[in-house]
């Protein structure tokens, strides 16, 4: 048997650390103890390689944590942005994330236009803007917004492929990319199990990462590779 004393100093032992933890955790400051930087003081921060400029582009207000871009055959540029993310809005609540435009670029950089193109969104992580319409994962699908009047707003909005599982929302379904073949390439990410289909019927499933691709019009899908554990990016 293990004599009372050597518990004792056992236990005296853990309090001591105990309380040494705590001292420190008072001590250490986890939040910075200095003023948040504007946008404009931030970019004064960075250090660049020789030749390299940054330019600021877009800050709040007018955007609010960006999380995609993808420049169209304009060059405007795309961003889709989430208040959601990493916690999808219930199906009974109003869906906030929207997806906007930034044209206009001045000689800094500066988007002087931004325009809100589709709202109602949720957690939009795959972009793809394409000819008059822009294609976008939201949960739980991918769907296609057109602009049908010609006043740069996407107002008609279908759905393309669907329906995708979202067990785990940092990953889901992202990084479109349109290729020569004219195939629109896509990665499905960690922890979701997800079988969608075109609109001819034929279905594929897919178990955490993996890449598959699907016609522009939604008429088909088909699975690419496997193997990974959460592809976000391509190229």
């Known amino acids: 048997m293990i004599p009372r004393r050597i518990f004792l100093y056992f236990a005296i032992a853990i309090l001591a650390h105990a309380s040494m933890v705590d ?13 948040p930087l504007t946008a404009t003081e931030e970019q004064q921060q960075f250090h660049l390689p020789p030749g ?10 007018d955007i609010t944590k960006p999380m995609n871009i993808r420049f169209d055959n304009q060059g405007r540029l795309f961003v889709t942005q989430s208040v959601e993310y990493p916690f999808p809005a219930a199906a009974d609540a109003p869906k906030r994330d929207k997806i906007q435009r930034l044209e206009g670029f001045d000689e800094q950089g500066h988007a002087t236009k931004v325009t809100t193109v589709v709202q109602g969104l949720n957690i939009p992580i795959g972009l793809l803007p394409i000819d008059d319409a822009v294609i976008y994962y939201t949960i739980p699908e991918i769907d296609i917004s ?8 996407y107002d008609k909005r279908e759905m393309l492929y669907g329906t995708l599982n979202i067990h785990d929302t940092h990953g889901m379904c992202n990084s479109f990319n349109r290729w020569l073949d004219g195939w629109i390439y896509a990665c499905h990410g960690f922890s979701n199990t997800s079988t969608i289909q075109g609109s001819d019927g034929q279905a594929i499933t897919m178990n955490s990462g993996n890449t ?11 699975y690419w590779t ?4 959460n592809p976000f990016g391509m190229s």
């Open 23 to 35: 001292v420190r955790a008072q001590q250490i400051s986890l939040i910075a103890p200095t003023d």
């Open 226 to 229: 496997h193997g990974q554990v």
């Open 52 to 61: 390299f400029e940054i330019q600021l582009v877009v800050s709040e207000p």
């Open 212 to 222: 598959w691709r699907m016609r522009v019009d939604g008429s088909h899908c088909e």
């Open 146 to 153: 057109r602009d049908t009047n010609g006043d740069g707003r």
